[in-house]
């Protein structure tokens, strides 16, 4: 199994950038696709974008193409989500998971998550 740690979440300015990472344990990260989601309160956790194993295909919901990037260093067993022109809809909790398929777009099909980091942005 892999256990996976969020972090780099907190309080930004509309339009600011922030860096969400994900470590992961183990020695088995780099046979996962990976995914990054987010839960707004009172709303269903909705993907954002996801990696396959070897980092060279990205997939991105259409709410965040153009603005976010997610990218992954196997050496380090680490996944990253760069989140630029940040919007107030953007706020919610960001959860890393791990999937044994790419372009998983559904929370059911992942194996794995993270415990999720608080993402704010202000007006």
């Known amino acids: 199994q892999v256990q996976l740690v969020e972090s780099g979440g907190g309080l930004v300015q509309a339009g600011g950038s922030l860096r969400l990472s994900c470590a992961a344990s183990?020695?088995?990260?780099?046979?996962?696709?990976m995914g990054w989601f987010r839960q707004a309160p009172g709303k269903e956790r909705e993907f954002v974008a996801t990696?396959?194993?070897?980092?060279?295909?990205?997939y991105y919901s259409d709410y965040v193409k153009g603005r976010f990037i997610i990218s992954r260093d196997n050496v380090k067993n680490t996944v990253y989500l760069q989140m630029n022109s940040l919007k107030p809809e953007d706020t919610a909790v960001y959860y890393c998971?791990?999937?044994?398929?790419?372009?998983?777009?559904?929370?059911?099909?992942?194996?794995?998550w993270g415990q999720g980091t608080q993402v704010t942005v202000s007006t």
């Open positions: 990696i396959n194993s070897s980092g060279s295909r990205t």
């Open positions: 998971a791990a999937a044994d398929r790419f372009r998983v777009t559904t929370v059911r099909l992942y194996d794995y």
């Open positions: 183990g020695r088995t990260f780099s046979s996962y696709a």
